[in-house]
């Protein structure tokens, strides 16, 4: 008996990770909001913790509309140029 | 076929076929058909399209499902060949972005995706609109539904636990798939409300969080029959600025549409009066400011009552229809998932292509 | 990236699949949505400690 395969294979992707900091002094931090409850004040915690230990400072903040769908690839693109880590969270 | 079709190859022996299914992973905890190569031919045969032609993609993967792909799902799922285009239409709906499938199936929210299927082509394939409507013992309804949970665990690898974090889920996971009632109808069908043309079939897809049966047997006027949906549509469980589905059971359409009242009056007086009010959402600890501004700002629908929340942004937000059988004042309230707006209901035209290129 | 730990097995799953096997979440105590400020900065702390390595290191 010949069964078909149900499943799908994910797309070949060549990804890799940014490259690691330097230094965290006076490092541009993004936010990306994703509107969950808390996640603002979250986000915005651990930033704060960056900022007085490292002089970093919070250069945007992104904010999906919806919380279950992938951030824009522009907003991802933009944030890319415009800070040095971002923060942000996934699921609950 | 695709290029990257798979085959297995297994002994000649249909229950060590049914349990290799099982030891692959692909079954949603009951035993499946297993998708033998002629029975899958036999499937495509519904679609004009080439088996490569991709339908629908996951957003957050890039996960494609392919004409293929569903066709071997909706084999395993028991489907017979003439439900395909039903499967290919819902899929297609769930894949505009607005529908947000992902976020549907992996939330915690536990939603099942309903498929409402308008239209002549519910009798044509052999659906049950009528008694045990969302129950079990129709196979186009119950394998329809059913391939719909098997592509999202297969193909886009949707797996309890791992990408579908659900707290609870729903039963509706299992299967969840209803054909809209024409018989006795007083209200034009949704597919013709959709503005499909004369003769198309519609497929409705919707991010369901639930199902909550609404009985009330003593009611005799609209607003007695309506104000116990409404209640039910209230519930702090469930109110938030999401859309909703109402089947009304034949009794009870007897009742609303019998004293002349239109689908248009019926959402009107639900939105009316599917609310709490600020001071009870704060006590629950489910008020939110912004989601207050959403539905009170600008934009307010005209029904909207200062110092409530109410059930959807506006009455077009309840999706209102006819189902089940001829006896008992039960009908139905089918929240969305989501606390808003995640997942907007879609649907699409079965078996044409009403604005391709 | 922060993640609640409920969600690791998710969060490992879809790096996965995107193709970067082992890429390092941020994992603090489930949940967030209920949280006081207190519990909001003591995750906040857990969560620094373990993005310090994360960003500095290759």
Sequence with gaps: MQLYDPTTSAPQRNLSRAAPLASLDGKRIGILENGKLNATEMLHEVALLFEERHGCKVGAVYCKLNASAPAPAAMLAKAGQEVDFLITGLGD | MPRDARIHEV??????????????????????????????????????????????????????????????????????????????????????????????????????????????????????????????????????????????????????????????????????????????????????????????????????????????????????????????????????????????????????????????????????????????????GKYRGSEYDKQHGASAHALVESGYIHRGLAPDDILITLGGGDAGGHSCFIPSWSRGRGSIMQHGPIGVCIDCR | MLCTEPFEVTARNIARVLGLPGYPFLMVPHPIGSCTLRELKDRAQVAYEQALPILLQA
Aim: some cysteine; aromatic content about 8%.
């Design chain 2, 11 to 284: 002994p000649d022996d249909l229950l060590a076929a049914i349990d290799y299914c099982y030891g692959q992973g692909w079954t949603d905890g009951l035993p499946v058909v297993p998708p033998t190569v002629e029975r899958v031919h036999a499937t495509l045969t519904y679609e004009g399209r080439p088996p490569e032609t991709v339908i629908a993609t996951h957003a957050a993967t890039g996960l494609e499902l392919s004409v293929h792909a569903a066709a071997v799902n909706a084999v395993m799922a028991g489907c017979l060949p003439q439900y395909f285009p039903v499967l290919v239409a819902a899929f297609e709906a769930m894949d505009k972005p607005d529908f947000n499938f992902h976020g549907s199936t992996a939330s915690t929210g536990g939603s099942a995706p309903l498929l409402i299927v308008s239209g002549a082509v519910a009798d044509d394939i052999g659906m049950n609109a009528d008694v045990n409507l969302f129950g079990p013992g129709n196979r186009a309804n119950a394998t329809l539904g059913r391939a719909v949970r098997l592509i999202l665990h297969n193909v886009f690898q949707m797996i309890p636990g791992i990408s579908d974090k659900s707290t609870q889920g729903n039963p509706g996971k299992y299967s969840f798939c209803i054909a809209e009632r024409m018989r006795g109808n007083p209200w034009p069908l949704i597919c013709e409300t959709q503005g499909y043309p004369k003769g198309v079939s519609s497929v409705t897809v919707f991010a369901a969080g639930g199902f909550c049966n609404v009985e009330n047997h003593g009611g005799n006027t609209p607003e007695q029959v309506l104000s116990s949906i409404a209640d039910a549509m209230a519930n702090y469980g469930c109110i938030t600025l999401g859309q909703s589905v109402v089947v009304l059971s034949p009794e009870h359409m007897r009742i609303v549409a019998g004293a002349g009242w239109s689908r248009e009056e019926v959402q009107a007086f639900l939105f009316t009066h599917a609310k709490r009010s600020v001071e009870g959402m704060k006590s629950v």
